[in-house]
């Protein structure tokens, strides 16, 4: 199979998710025009051209990472980063409105009409990509500085503390949510329309990307069966941890006789942090209340919901679907490559093609351990289970070790049975390391490999005290 070559370009892994073809060629093929970054921070000279998805691993050129941490770094403007840090929580509040709008006006619609809807709402959460990279970009920039401080000082311990979100995101007001379900249930008195409630509010953190499927109440109730820790202490724990926070980082702050333009830092950095989380939440869950558009565009076309989730939204307005064979192909696994204005997507063994054409194999073989970052501590021996997408959660059992490149706030239910967690990716909070520290599981993330290095079935051990995972034999 023949690919582009894409000169100059210095591929950086940015992140490993499952995304559906329509959400990421939307996203991705749309993703950070100028126009779109000029209009929502006032910046100039900045556009992603080009990228690779590679059967859920997503590569940019490292050049155009660097440049927008660059302009990040120029503008060095705290008032600045805060407009943005605001215009990003507002323009997120607004698009989920006008989707659940369109959404509605959907219902009736001729072919043409839902097509027009159908590219509003692409071209809105399109413009909105912008702060994926911004918050991004800010984010490492500023840890940098506040890095540097503490290296100074000698204190770098003290990073976790300084820079953990005083905001809470979605996951954890939705575990706090579930926390009294549980609660009710023991007690007895847990309906139907109690859990219905909890769906309405937080069913759309169930599907990530347009991969996964909405809650049902069989589903939560099965998720209630499987919790077995006290839901009284954790929800005790969750209502005190953003207070005990504070007080952990004004002890840090006074500890260090931090200057004021440190103190400022960490605030800031504390609300880039918690952006980091909402801003995918708002495109992902925007894509699940705009499902009805979609579902009617597919029945014009004799394609369920599914099928049309796995074509491109230029292959829907040009009229060239994919035959249903190479649409199941697709949601079997598939690759892209986009260098704008092209894009090209593979199934099957171009997927593995790819991956050796743009020199992005990865030889694991001989190797039985990996090391990464402890994020809670422990050491205990389970089976490996890889969890690749949230559509294999329930093969995840308790005591089970879940693997994967990362985990996101879809993967609650099974983290709530593993015993331990571990990642490719990852720094000292992202959701795997929040969750563990919530749920009091050993963690170790930032291995970079231990998806590929492990299998279901391994028996592994996982020591976050010395932050090994080793197979054993």
Same mark, same amino acid.
């Given at each position: 199979?023949?690919?582009?070559?894409?000169?100059?370009?210095?591929?950086?892994? %940015? %992140?490993?998710?499952?995304?559906? #073809?329509?959400?990421?060629?939307?996203?991705?093929?749309?993703?950070?025009?100028?126009?779109?970054?000029?209009?929502?921070?006032?910046? /100039?000279? =900045?556009?992603?051209?080009?990228?690779?998805?590679?059967?859920?691993?997503?590569?940019?050129?490292?050049?155009?990472?660097?440049?927008?941490?660059?302009?990040?770094?120029?503008?060095?403007?705290?008032?600045?980063?805060?407009?943005?840090?605001?215009?990003?929580?507002?323009?997120?509040?607004?698009?989920?409105?006008?989707?659940?709008?369109?959404?509605? &006006?959907?219902?009736?619609?001729?072919?043409?009409? @839902?097509?027009?809807?159908?590219?509003?709402?692409?071209?809105?959460?399109?413009?909105?990509?912008?702060?994926?990279?911004?918050?991004?970009?800010?984010?490492?920039?500023?840890?940098?500085?506040?890095?540097?401080?503490?290296?100074?000082? *000698?204190?770098?311990?003290?990073?976790?503390?300084?820079?953990?979100?005083?905001?809470?995101?979605?996951?954890?007001?939705?575990?706090?949510?579930?926390?009294?379900?549980?609660? *009710?249930?023991?007690?007895?008195? @847990?309906?139907?329309?109690?859990?219905?409630?909890? !769906?309405?509010?937080?069913?759309?953190?169930?599907? &990530? =990307?347009? $991969?996964?499927?909405?809650?049902?109440? +069989?589903?939560?109730?099965? &998720?209630?069966?499987?919790?077995?820790?006290?839901?009284?202490?954790? @929800?005790?724990?969750?209502?005190?941890?953003?207070?005990?926070?504070?007080?952990?980082?004004?002890?840090?702050?006074?500890?260090?006789?931090?200057?004021?333009? !440190?103190?400022?830092?960490?605030?800031?950095?504390? /609300? =880039?942090? =918690? @952006?980091?989380?909402?801003?995918?939440?708002?495109?992902?869950?925007?894509?699940?209340?705009?499902?009805?558009?979609?579902?009617?565009?597919?029945? *014009?076309?004799?394609?369920?919901?599914?099928?049309?989730?796995?074509?491109?939204?230029?292959? #829907?307005?040009?009229?060239?679907?994919?035959?249903?064979?190479?649409?199941?192909?697709?949601?079997?696994?598939?690759?892209? $490559?986009?260098?704008?204005?092209?894009?090209?997507?593979?199934?099957?063994?171009?997927? +593995?093609?790819?991956?050796?054409?743009?020199?992005?194999?990865?030889?694991?073989?001989?190797?039985?351990?990996?090391?990464? !970052?402890?994020?809670?501590?422990?050491?205990?021996?389970?089976?490996?289970?890889?969890?690749?997408?949230?559509?294999?959660?329930?093969? %995840?059992?308790?005591?089970?070790?879940?693997?994967?490149?990362?985990?996101?706030?879809?993967?609650?239910?099974?983290?709530?049975?593993?015993?331990?967690?571990?990642?490719?990716?990852?720094?000292?909070?992202?959701?795997?390391?929040?969750?563990?520290?919530?749920?009091?599981?050993?963690?170790?993330?930032?291995?970079?490999?231990?998806?590929?290095?492990?299998?279901?079935?391994?028996? !592994?051990? %996982?020591?976050?005290?010395?932050?090994?995972?080793?197979?054993?034999?």
């Amino acid at each position: 199979m023949k690919f582009p070559v894409i000169e100059g370009a210095e591929w950086y892994n %940015v %992140v490993s998710r499952k995304e559906s #073809v329509m959400i990421l060629t939307f996203m991705a093929n749309l993703l950070t025009t100028e126009q779109h970054f000029q209009k929502l921070t006032g910046l /100039e000279d =900045y556009e992603l051209t080009r990228w690779l998805y590679i059967d859920g691993d997503i590569f940019y050129d490292r050049k155009e990472v660097i440049k927008a941490k660059e302009l990040a770094v120029v503008s060095n403007d705290q008032e600045l980063f805060w407009r943005w840090a605001r215009r990003c929580e507002e323009e997120g509040v607004k698009r989920i409105e006008r989707t659940k709008a369109l959404a509605e &006006r959907s219902a009736g619609k001729a072919d043409k009409e @839902l097509l027009d809807l159908m590219m509003e709402y692409l071209d809105m959460m399109a413009e909105f990509t912008v702060f994926l990279m911004i918050p991004l970009s800010v984010e490492m920039s500023l840890q940098e500085r506040i890095t540097e401080y503490l290296q100074r000082k *000698e204190k770098e311990e003290l990073l976790p503390v300084l820079i953990f979100p005083e905001k809470e995101n979605m996951n954890t007001v939705e575990q706090k949510s579930f926390l009294q379900l549980v609660e *009710e249930s023991r007690a007895g008195t @847990l309906t139907d329309p109690m859990i219905q409630d909890h !769906i309405n509010a937080y069913g759309a953190l169930s599907v &990530r =990307y347009g $991969i996964g499927t909405f809650w049902t109440i +069989e589903d939560v109730r099965r &998720r209630i069966g499987n919790f077995e820790e006290d839901p009284a202490a954790m @929800l005790q724990e969750l209502k005190e941890q953003v207070e005990e926070n504070r007080k952990q980082t004004a002890e840090a702050l006074d500890e260090l006789d931090a200057p004021d333009d !440190i103190r400022s830092l960490v605030k800031l950095i504390k /609300e =880039y942090v =918690y @952006l980091r989380t909402y801003r995918s939440t708002v495109l992902s869950n925007s894509y699940v209340y705009a499902q009805p558009i979609f579902e009617r565009v597919a029945a *014009e076309r004799g394609l369920s919901y599914q099928e049309l989730n796995f074509c491109a939204y230029h292959e #829907v307005l040009d009229d060239a679907i994919p035959s249903k064979e190479e649409l199941a192909r697709r949601q079997e696994g598939y690759s892209a $490559i986009a260098q704008k204005p092209r894009l090209k997507i593979v199934t099957g063994k171009g997927i +593995e093609e790819m991956r050796t054409f743009y020199g992005l194999d990865i030889d694991t073989e001989g190797i039985t351990t990996v090391e990464g !970052i402890s994020t809670y501590p422990g050491t205990i021996q389970g089976t490996a289970k890889i969890v690749r997408s949230n559509e294999v959660l329930d093969k %995840v059992k308790r005591g089970d070790i879940l693997i994967a490149s990362m985990t996101t706030p879809d993967f609650i239910p099974a983290m709530e049975k593993a015993a331990a967690f571990v990642t490719d990716e990852g720094g000292i909070l992202c959701h795997a390391a929040i969750v563990a520290r919530e749920l009091k599981k050993t963690c170790v993330i930032g291995t970079k490999h231990a998806t590929k290095v492990f299998k279901d079935g391994d028996l !592994i051990e %996982v020591d976050a005290d010395k932050g090994t995972v080793k197979k054993v034999e």
